[in-house]
C-alpha cells in the first residue's frame, strides 16, 4: 500500500519550500522538493550598471545576508580588473567569517534544536534562576505554542539538559546580536554591509573599532566552543541513529574559501565516487529536469512534468551536496573525523545528524581563521583600491567562494558598462534542485528510507529533521 504525504510549506526554513513524500510500508520510497515561487534577481539586474550588482545582489536573502554581497563584490573586481589590498581583504573576509557562524548557530538554535527538545520540560523547573523562570513562563504562554512538537517521536526531556538548551535558545539572540554589531562596526551596517565595495572595505578602520569587532569574536568564540560544542554534542549522542538517516549521495563539492592572500581555510575540490578530486567548472551546468524552465532557462510555469521553480543543477551530469559536511570532508578535517568515529559513524558519509555536526566544527574552524586573519591586519595600511565607477566595462567574470549552506558563485557579462547576464550558482539549488537527468536531487535521496510513523509527516521526525539538515533556503534557490 502506498500514499503521498504532503508538507506544504515547511516552517522554521526559510523561503517556501513544499515537499511530497510517497510511502510504501511506512517508509519514504520516494520525494519531491519544490520551491515554490519565481523571483527573477538575475533578471532585474540585467540592463542596469555593474556596480548595481553589489548592492542589489545581496538582497537576494535575508538569511545569508553577507555571502552574495561579497561574492559580487569579489566577480565586480575581477571585471573592472581592480584587486584589493591585503587589509580590504581580511575585512571582507572578518565580515564574512562572523556572519557565518552566526548563520550556523541560527540554524541550529532556531530551526533544529526544537526538533530535538522538548521545550516544555522547562515547566518542571524548581529554581530560582530569575532568567529560567522567565523562559518558564513563556513556555506556558500561547506566544511559545510554535515551539511545541507534535512528534510521534523522542525528545531530549531531561530538565537540567532542557534548560541549558531553551536558555541557549534563548543566549544565542544576544550573541546574534553581539556579532552583528562586529560585522556592523567593519561594514557599516548589518544586514548587508554597505561599506563592502569592490576593491575592499569603505569605513575607517581605527584600533576601536577592531577591537570592538575582537570584542565580537571573543564572545562568539566563547559561546561556539562552550555552548554550542556541547549542546551538539549532547543531541548528537542522544540520536546516534540518526548518523544512518539521511544520507545522500556522498559526492560532495567544496569551493575554495578565505585564502586569496593566505593559506585557504577550506581548498576546493570534489568528492566523487570516494576520491577527492580537483573541480573542474566547465563540468558544472543546468540542465533539463523538473522544474519550471524552458531550455533557453526562461522560466515556464506550462513546463511538462515540472514540480520546483529550483532549478536542476549537475556536475558531470551528477547531483553534488554542498555544505559545512562536503567543506570537512574535502579539506580532510581531523576534528571532524574524530567525533564522527567517536559515534561509530565512517568518514566522508553525509547524513542527517553529520550536517549537524559539521556545522558546529565548521564554525570552529571559521572562528580560527578570523583571530589568524585579524592578527594580519597592518593598522594605518589602506583598505581599499578604488575602482573607476565611469568605465564602461565590457566582459566577463566570475567568483566562487563560501555561502553558510555551500559552494557559492556569482558571474557577470557585461557590456559597455550594462549588466548582459548575471547569474548566481547558489548552495540550496545544488541540494534542493528537483529530479532531472536520471537522478532525483541531493534532499530527494536523502529523504529515501525515512520512516513515516504518521498520516501527518510532520508527525513523522526523521522526515523534517533530514529536510532542516540540510539548513533549506528557499529564497537562494530559486532566486
Ligand atoms: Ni538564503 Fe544562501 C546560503 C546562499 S542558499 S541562504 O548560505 O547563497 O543556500
Known amino acids: 500500500l502506498s500514499k503521498i504525504i504532503k508538507i506544504d510549506p515547511l516552517t522554521r526554513v526559510e523561503g517556501h519550500l513544499g515537499v511530497s513524500v510517497n510511502v510504501k510500508n511506512n517508509i519514504v520510497d520516494s520525494a519531491q522538493i519544490s520551491g515554490m515561487m519565481y523571483r527573477g534577481f538575475e533578471r532585474l539586474l540585467e540592463g542596469r550598471s555593474p556596480m548595481d550588482a ?9 538569511i545569508c545576508h553577507e555571502v552574495h554581497g561579497v561574492a559580487s563584490v569579489r566577480a565586480l573586481e575581477k571585471l573592472y580588473g581592480v584587486s584589493a589590498p591585503l587589509n580590504g581583504r581580511v575585512l571582507q573576509d572578518l565580515i564574512l567569517g562572523l556572519h557565518l557562524v552566526v548563520d550556523h548557530l541560527t540554524h541550529f538554535y532556531s530551526f533544529v534544536m526544537p526538533d530535538y527538545v522538548d521545550f516544555e520540560a522547562v515547566r518542571k523547573y524548581k529554581g530560582t534562576a530569575e532568567s529560567v523562570n522567565k523562559i518558564k513562563e513563556w513556555v506556558k504562554s500561547p506566544s511559545s505554542s510554535f515551539i511545541k512538537r507534535d512528534f510521534s517521536g ?18 544565542v539572540v544576544r550573541i546574534k546580536s553581539k556579532a552583528g554589531s562586529g560585522i556592523a562596526i567593519i561594514g557599516a551596517k548589518t544586514p548587508f ?4 565595495m569592490p576593491g575592499g572595505i569603505t569605513t575607517e578602520i581605527t584600533f576601536n573599532v577592531l577591537s570592538k569587532y575582537l570584542d565580537a569574536l571573543d564572545a562568539v568564540s566563547s559561546f561556539v566552543n562552550n555552548e554550542f560544542y556541547e549542546d551538539v554534542t549532547k543531541v548528537a549522542s542522544d540520536f546516534k541513529e540518526y548518523f544512518r538517516i539521511g544520507k545522500s549521495y556522498n559526492n560532495f563539492y567544496s569551493s575554495e574559501s578565505f585564502g586569496e592572500f593566505y593559506k585557504p581555510l577550506f581548498k576546493e575540490g570534489v568528492y566523487l565516487e570516494g576520491k577527492i578530486q580537483n573541480f573542474d567548472h566547465n563540468k558544472v551546468e543546468y540542465i533539463d529536469g523538473s522544474s519550471f524552465y524552458s531550455a533557453d532557462g526562461s522560466p515556464d510555469e506550462d513546463a511538462e512534468g515540472a514540480y520546483s521553480w529550483t532549478k536542476v543543477l549537475r556536475y558531470q551530469g551528477r547531483p553534488l551536496e554542498v555544505g559545512p559536511t562536503a567543506r570537512l570532508i574535502i579539506n580532510k578535517d581531523e576534528e571532524f573525523k574524530k567525533i564522527l568515529n567517536k559515534f561509530g559513524t565512517a568518514d566522508n558519509t553525509s547524513s542527517t545528524m553529520t550536517r549537524i555536526v559539521a556545522r558546529m566544527v565548521e564554525s570552529k574552524r571559521i572562528i ?26 565590457t566582459g566577463y567574470a566570475d567568483y566562487s567562494g563560501i555561502a553558510a549552506r555551500g559552494a557559492l558563485s556569482h558571474k557577470i557579462s557585461a557590456e559597455k558598462g550594462k549588466i548582459l547576464k548575471y547569474e548566481m550558482v547558489v548552495p540550496s539549488t545544488w541540494n534542493f534542485g528537483p529530479s532531472g537527468g536520471g537522478y532525483e536531487g541531493v534532499v530527494e ?15 513523522s521526525p526523521d522526515v523534517v529533521r533530514t529536510i532542516r539538515s540540510f539548513d533549506p533556503c528557499t529564497a537562494c534557490a530559486v532566486h
Open 54 to 62: 553589489a548592492r542589489i545582489a545581496q538582497r537576494v536573502c535575508g
Open 193 to 196: 554591509a554597505h561599506a563592502v
Open 368 to 393: 580560527e581563521k578570523m583571530y589568524e586573519l585579524i592578527n594580519m591586519y597592518k593598522l594605518g595600511e589602506r583598505t581599499i583600491n578604488e575602482v573607476d565607477l565611469s568605465k564602461k566595462v
Open 445 to 459: 535521496k536523502a529523504l529515501k528510507g525515512c520512516s513515516v510513523i504518521d498520516e501527518k509527516a510532520s508527525k
Open 154 to 171: 523522542r525528545l531530549i526531556n531531561d530538565t537540567d539538559t532542557v534548560v541549558k538548551m531553551v536558555s541557549n535558545y534563548m543566549n
